[in-house]
């Protein structure tokens, strides 16, 4: 490109490339170096006004700010000042808002919004003509009619270019015109040479000046300045996207518009597709202050409480009072590890509308994020396939575009039943999705949308409505029947496994060891709903097995899922929920979307995880399955820290988060130089020190990152997608190939954060690329489970994954939909629910005995300090189980022996007593207030607590002890989930296990212990009746504790099982000679003699 010698200037960040003459009379001046004044609010120049003066926008304080600050702060900030907080007037050239004081003047913008002469102009065209008319303000040669709105005259009756110049970052590129270059040529200058059309007139074209101040020269104004037209690109922008808002929203002419309609006053608020997606509501200060009070007063009340406890001793009872001691400091210690992360409680606000005006413009695709969703299932038997596809229809019903949707089932135990329940499954859904969109039911998954107990006419005004939903569900029984008869001829294999209806012998008959295995059922061409629509994405896995290799079992699966869905579909989001976890709000996917694609805190969000909802769980929930308090209390606390834990399923997740790549750092602003004070001043060496210092740390930061950075994605130019890489990106192939495995195609997906496959990629090539993906010997010797995916080496693999990303940065999000996004089901009998407890258990004892133990993993990276209490909390209170357990039975050894933990007890301990539990009632009715839960969901988790704590969390911990430091594996127990056989059919369901032996002898030694204290009173006459009130008290507080399992172990029958009965008259036996041995009834000193009265000579 021939420059002519004259000086070629550029922006990098403002992507502009300018040429500037070197004529010294047409120099381009800048504002800056008139004025001498910058806006302190965003750094541009501070402009010039018709009448030569600088730009005022306060007359109170002066503070410079520009006028697009200042028009800005006055049409969405809070009006005012930004110093002096006085409220701004409105200027002449300024539109009007809210608030505005009545003016009887008539300035030049009293028909700013008058469109009626732009009948047959597209948004384009009126945009154009908006930004000159919004240029010319003030410059009456061309403004040729009474609204005051530019108009091309004959001869400026070009068409007005809008083209979005490219990118050249400072050089020219050979393939780029130069008709498509950002340059840019003074206006007045008659010798240069306009490379790009402006939407103004043009230069050679003989015009009269058209100057502010005729004394002045016009190009000391800013025209044809980088600063003044990226203003201008910026403006055009806003009014082009506020008349697709107005079209968008217009009534029934088919967008047909007058003047009358844009003379809107509230038209600049309109502009709300660029609002946030979302906010945060922080707890009312009337509830949340007084919570952090009474902590406060609790941790006081703990340290006397201690203070008394240490410095009185109990002698002829030390061993019991040393140990009760010891157990109550370490439940003070839990408490605090608890109760710590809730401090800073937030509840979140989405904005869906705000989501569809900027993300889904009429006329226009949808610009949503793909999402690719996970469905992981392993045994049939246990996970019944009616529940399966239940969550598989959900899904494909969901609220959102077809073509960004695609669902992915793993099928771990290579199941033919599950193959072929998902294959009825695809040929129901061409039916289902339809009637669900048309008529806009909820929930979308059939089973329990026809189970509804409501007035399912509810809102529905369809004429066909009740004619179709009986059509539709008679199709569902008719699909139950075929589902019930799948599952009834799987009940019995055959000799020689399962055959395909071609022959063919099912690949999956060895579950052990069996081939890969991908079935693509819908999103492919010809297979569409039975209106013709496009149907999403629906897709059978199966991960290849082979004897000899470490599978990592659900970990595994799911880390199988992401390389599988990385190849075939790529989406930039994922969102994993068990087989049993439907969607029971269509619109959960776009409340996920508020957050992650939020322009403004979207980035740093690793992923949004929603709470857990049940269905069939009794009115009283006997065993806290709901879990409530977790749920709706230490959930939002989290959420206010750096976000809530990762709980297994009903979570969106970003997929460069999952690939172990650090969280983007936000550039902190340029710091102030101090120039006040001399050279030799010490605090100016101390903070020169200091920033040297920050620099090295910030250096070795640097490097760690180095290996994690993220790789940028592809930009949009010309139409075409290429790779844009940055320094990260010069990773070499090797590296990449050690981290992610030996797949290029996998390998490029990852280098894409927004997503997407080649247009013109090969789907059969695909698929064999899928294959190899999940082969059993594709982690080896890569960071799969280590630093990629979902991290192997717990049981518990939620929670470790989480932690790793809070690790590197990420903060995660917590979303409560008024309407529940997702619903499960749960275990409802005892025996059940203890061994899903017994699991959870168990994978935190293998963390807090792993390297990712947070008690020393992780420091120097991006977890904040009570997001760390949290972690730990989560990791060790299984060990809370052995001073449990001595506590729980320190009643029944107390009403037996006659002893006591505590001293005989003064004033001044009766108030520390009193005021002790006072606290912990008050700490929890706060809780509830901000919480919004009930006292008996706050009754039935401490109740659980004491249940799980002496039993499943036992157990726990010997097994993780043994699995670690023996080698002792246990086997993975699949939680049961219960099919529809009946209301709460399962909740008095017996099912005889270990874990009911150390609960059961609690329950049995404290009855016990009651009973022989209130003989052992009634033996011992009035006196001994006061000390027995503490030691009763202490033992009817285990007992109601543990009320919960006792109705558990009788169930619904009307005698005790005989196991039970065999156990409690073994027990009894015990105790019964222990209290032989003790002999309450007899004096610690021998008989007491004493001395007839009578003469009996």
Same mark, same amino acid.
């Given at each position: ?951 499943? &969390? /036992?157990?726990?911990?010997?097994? %993780? =002890? #043994? ?6 594996? !246990?086997?993975?127990? *699949?939680? $049961? ?63 109601? &504790? /543990?009320?919960?399992?006792?109705? %558990? =172990? #009788? ?6 099982? !005989?196991?039970?009965? *065999?156990? $409690? ?33």
């Amino acid at each position: 490109m021939n420059t002519g010698g004259r000086l070629i200037a550029g922006s990098h960040n403002r992507n502009e490339f300018v040429l500037i003459n070197a004529d010294e009379t047409a120099r381009i001046r800048s504002v800056q170096e008139l004025s001498g004044q910058v806006c302190h609010i965003c750094g541009d120049e501070i402009e010039i006004t018709v009448d030569g003066e600088i730009f005022v926008a306060c007359n109170e304080c002066a503070f410079p700010v520009c006028r697009t600050c200042y028009e800005y702060e006055r049409r969405e900030g809070n009006q005012a000042c930004p110093q002096c907080k006085t409220r701004y007037k409105r200027l002449k050239g300024s539109p009007r808002v809210d608030g505005d004081e009545e003016e009887d003047d008539v300035d030049d913008l009293e028909h700013e919004f008058d469109y009626r002469d732009f009948d047959g102009l597209g948004p384009e065209q009126v945009a154009e003509a908006l930004l000159a008319a919004r240029l010319n303000t003030g410059r009456g040669s061309h403004l040729n009619n009474a609204s005051g709105v530019y108009v091309q005259s004959e001869h400026n009756a070009s068409p007005v270019d809008s083209t979005i110049p490219l990118l050249t970052y400072h050089n020219e590129d050979v393939d780029i015109t130069s008709d498509d270059h950002a340059l840019v040529v003074s206006p007045r200058s008659s010798n240069g040479n306009r490379v790009h059309p402006m939407p103004f007139p043009d230069p050679s074209t003989p015009l009269p000046p058209r100057s502010m101040v005729p004394q002045k020269d016009i190009a000391v104004y800013g025209y044809g300045s980088v600063a003044w037209k990226d203003r201008m690109e910026e403006w055009k922008r806003r009014q082009s996207d506020r008349l697709q808002v107005v079209k968008h929203e217009g009534g029934s002419d088919g967008g047909n518009y007058d003047g009358n309609e844009l003379d809107d006053p509230d038209l600049p608020i309109m502009d709300e597709g660029r609002q946030p997606l979302s906010r945060k509501l922080p707890i009312p200060s009337s509830k949340i202050n007084p919570y952090r009070l009474v902590i406060v007063i609790r941790l006081v009340i703990l340290g006397l409480f201690f203070h008394y406890r240490i410095l009185h001793p109990v002698k002829d009872a030390f061993g019991l009072w040393l140990t009760s001691v010891i157990c109550e400091i370490w439940f003070a210690l839990s408490w605090i590890l608890d109760q710590f992360p809730k401090l800073y409680p937030i509840e979140r606000e989405t904005y869906l509308d705000r989501l569809s005006l900027r993300y889904e413009k009429e006329g226009k695709p949808s610009e949503l994020a793909s999402i690719d969703v996970f469905v992981s299932t392993v045994d049939p038997l246990k996970e019944p396939p009616l529940i399966t596809a239940n969550t598989v229809l959900s899904i494909l019903a969901v609220d959102y575009p077809v073509d960004k949707v695609a669902c992915y089932v793993s099928d771990d135990g290579a199941a033919m039943l599950t193959f072929e329940a998902l294959s009825e499954t695809s040929e129901f859904a061409r039916k289902w999705v339809p009637f669900c969109k048309k008529f806009n039911i909820e929930p979308r998954a059939p089973e329990w949308y026809f189970s509804q107990k409501i007035d399912y006419l509810k809102n529905k005004v369809h004429p066909s409505f009740v004619r179709e939903r009986r059509a539709m569900k008679r199709d569902y029984e008719e699909f139950k029947v075929r589902i019930n008869g799948l599952v009834s001829t799987a009940q019995k294999v055959p000799e020689d496994g399962w055959t395909m209806q071609d022959g063919t012998p099912w690949p999956g008959n060895n579950v052990r060891d069996h081939p890969g295995m991908i079935q693509v059922f819908l999103g492919q061409s010809g297979v569409r709903d039975v209106e013709g629509d496009e149907l999403p994405r629906l897709v059978y896995v199966s991960r290849e097995k082979r004897p000899g290799f470490d599978h990592h079992k659900k970990a595994g699966a799911m880390n199988a899922l992401i390389r599988v869905s990385a190849v075939l579909s790529n989406a930039p989001y994922m969102l994993n929920v068990d087989c049993d976890h439907y969607i029971n709000n269509s619109k959960a996917l776009r409340e996920a979307m508020c957050f992650m694609m939020d322009p403004t805190s979207g980035k740093k969000v690793c992923y949004v995880q929603f709470p857990q909802r049940f269905d069939g769980i009794d009115r009283h929930d006997r065993y806290s399955n709901r879990n409530v308090v977790f749920f709706d209390i230490n959930m939002k606390g989290l959420d206010g820290l750096q976000g809530p834990i990762y709980v297994g399923t009903g979570c969106v997740f970003r997929r460069q988060a999952l690939y172990g790549y650090d969280a983007p750092i936000k550039k902190k602003p340029p710091g102030k130089t101090c120039n006040c004070w001399p050279r030799w001043c010490c605090l100016c060496c101390g903070s020169r020190k200091k920033t040297k210092s920050s620099a090295k740390k910030n250096k070795k930061k640097t490097k760690g990152r180095e290996t994690s950075n993220q790789v940028h994605a592809l930009e949009n130019i010309e139409g075409q997608k290429e790779l844009i890489t940055n320094k990260s990106s010069e990773t070499p192939q090797t590296k990449l190939e050690k981290k992610f495995g030996q797949s290029p195609v996998f390998i490029a997906s990852a280098r894409l954060e927004e997503g997407g496959v080649p247009r013109d990629a090969n789907p059969a090539a695909l698929l064999r690329e899928a294959i190899q993906v999940i082969s059993c010997g594709y982690e080896d010797k890569t960071e799969w489970g280590k630093e990629v995916g979902w991290i192997y080496g717990s049981v518990t693999e939620d929670i470790l994954t989480g932690f790793k990303m809070h690790c590197h940065g990420w903060r995660s999000v917590y979303c409560m939909p008024k309407r529940p996004a997702f619903k499960g089901s749960a275990p409802i009998n005892l025996s059940d629910r203890l061994h899903q407890v017994l699991r959870w258990a168990l994978g935190s004892v293998e963390i807090l005995l792993s390297r990712h133990c947070p008690l020393w993993y992780g420091y120097g990276g991006g977890l904040k300090s009570l997001e760390r209490f949290s972690y730990i909390n989560s990791v060790i209170y299984p060990l809370t189980s052995i001073p449990l357990l001595a506590y729980c039975t320190l009643p029944a050894i107390c009403l037996l022996t006659g002893k006591f933990i505590v001293p005989q007890i003064s004033n001044y301990a009766s108030i520390l007593f009193m005021l002790l539990f006072v606290s912990i009632a008050a700490t929890s009715l706060f809780e509830m207030q901000w919480g919004g839960v009930g006292l008996d969901d706050i009754w039935r988790n401490e109740q659980f607590w004491v249940i799980g704590g002496v039993s499943s &969390h /036992l157990f726990a911990l010997f097994q %993780g =002890l #043994l699995k670690v430091l023996a080698g002792v594996n !246990t086997n993975f127990t *699949v939680t $049961s989930k219960a099919a529809d056989d009946g209301e709460f059919s399962d909740l008095y369901l017996f099912k005889w296990t270990s874990l009911l032996i150390p609960p059961t002898t609690l329950l049995i030694i404290n009855i016990v212990g009651v009973v022989v204290g209130i003989s052992n009173a009634i033996n011992n006459g009035y006196d001994s009746w006061g000390p027995l009130f503490g030691r009763l008290f202490f033992a009817i507080w285990v007992i109601v &504790h /543990l009320y919960p399992f006792l109705k %558990g =172990l #009788l169930g619904k029958q009307d005698r005790m099982p !005989t196991i039970i009965l *065999v156990w $409690s008259i073994l027990l009894s036996s015990i105790l019964t000679l222990l209290w032989v041995r003790v002999n309450p009834f007899v004096s610690r000193d021998g008989p007491v003699l004493e001395v007839c009265g009578l003469n009996c000579d």
